[in-house]
């Protein structure tokens, strides 16, 4: 039996994450896995979420169908354009989605950018940070040596979160079809990390 060297490995990975609902990464505590439209209901209730309406903004996902189209150009669009993309972040032992956690290459940024959001009931107890810096070890293993985030300025708990993963504060900037700057941080990997 061949051994896949490290570059066979995430081409092969690659492969797999190409199905909706295929696992990504696993913690500890936690499975990633591509999002599926089977998942609308759990959209649904995560982007209506008030925390989410506050910090990362009104979606108009006022129906499953909504919440479906959502998906379709979103995560599963990101997954056919990049290979990558946000995934369901769900309990190890249950099964149960979460929250969400990913990469984004959003318009507007040159680089790609790392998000994340949960249901009330699982804030503070460190499955964002256990999800983010998994997916933080992914991106380097896809071979991106800069990350970035943006964040509402506002949200105090998400720039903690960004900064115990790595990244540090680098400019206030403005998305196309936004009035107001955000921060953006950045991790980036010099030549001397592998």
């Known amino acids: 039996m061949a051994i896949l060297d490290e570059t066979a490995f995430i081409r092969y990975l690659g492969g797999m994450m190409q199905v909706p609902g295929v696992n990504v990464l696993e913690t500890s505590r936690l499975i990633l896995r591509r999002f599926s439209l089977d998942d609308a ?52 032992r249950s099964g149960e989605p ?56 506002a949200n105090h708990r998400s720039i903690r979160l960004l900064e115990k993963i790595g990244l540090t504060f680098e400019r206030m900037v403005k998305l196309p079809g936004e009035d107001e700057e955000i921060p953006l941080y950045a991790y980036q990997r010099d030549d001397a990390q592998r």
């Open 98 to 153: 979460i929250g969400t956690c990913g990469l984004v290459k959003r318009e507007g940024l040159d680089d790609v950018d790392i998000g994340f959001a949960f249901l009330p009931q699982y804030r503070g107890q460190g499955f964002a940070f256990e999800s983010a810096a998994a997916v933080l070890g992914h991106a380097r293993a896809l071979g991106l040596k800069r990350v970035v985030a943006i964040v509402s300025a």
């Open 41 to 92: 209901a759990f959209v649904f209730g995560l982007v209506n979420d008030p925390a989410w309406l506050e910090h990362i903004g009104d979606r108009k996902v006022r129906t499953l169908e909504d919440a479906r189209a959502y998906l379709r150009r979103g995560a599963l669009a990101m997954y056919e354009t990049m290979g990558f993309g946000m995934y369901v972040v769900a309990l190890k």
